[in-house]
């Protein structure tokens, strides 16, 4: 990836549309995309670009991504969420309390978490729905899962 992609990819201003949310706290996160770049495209890499993908296989990219330091849940299901919008869902400050809820539990925070989330919305009427024959209602059907970040959040105001 290029610098510019990369800097799309983590929603910096005047980069990106911030649809996905911003990584402009994520000070760690940032610092690996810039240095390491290779290591993160590695995990990445793994994930096919269509056709299902092992839980097994989820947890493994979650864990090493999240073993790279400084990349934590919130980040790595970014990155999951902007390879695969159609199985992913970014869990973030602003997403995370209303999917917790959705799932009954305190929170989001580690890899089995985050798998138990996704089996519950692979589990879900629309997401099973065959995909629409409409070009526009199929782009929005190809990207069902992430667009729950967008629906379920809330803003959290910044802590000093």
């Keep these: 990836m290029t610098p510019s992609e990369r800097s799309l990819l983590l929603g910096l201003p005047g980069h990106s549309t911030g649809l996905i949310g911003s990584m402009s706290a994520a000070r760690f996160a940032k610092e690996r995309m810039r240095d390491q770049p290779a290591s993160i495209g590695a995990q990445l890499d793994t994930?096919?670009?269509?056709?299902?993908?092992?839980?097994?296989?989820?947890?493994?990219?979650?864990?090493?991504?999240?073993?790279?330091?400084?990349?934590?849940?919130?980040?790595?299901?970014?990155?999951?969420?902007?390879?695969?919008?159609?199985?992913?869902?970014?869990?973030?400050?602003?997403?995370?309390?209303?999917?917790?809820?959705?799932?009954?539990?305190?929170?989001?925070?580690?890899?089995?978490?985050?798998?138990?989330?996704?089996h519950a919305v692979w589990q879900l009427p629309w997401y099973q729905s065959v995909r629409p024959n409409d070009p526009m209602e199929a782009k929005t059907w190809d990207r069902r899962t992430a667009l729950l970040d967008a629906v379920l959040y809330e803003h959290v105001p910044p802590t000093k």
């Design 47 to 118: 994930i096919p670009l269509r056709g299902p993908v092992p839980p097994t296989l989820i947890v493994k990219v979650l864990d090493g991504l999240m073993g790279l330091g400084g990349i934590k849940l919130g980040v790595a299901t970014r990155l999951l969420t902007v390879k695969r919008p159609d199985i992913f869902v970014s869990v973030n400050k602003g997403s995370s309390p209303q999917l917790a809820t959705m799932m009954a539990q305190p929170k989001i925070k580690t890899a089995t978490q985050y798998m138990q989330l996704l």
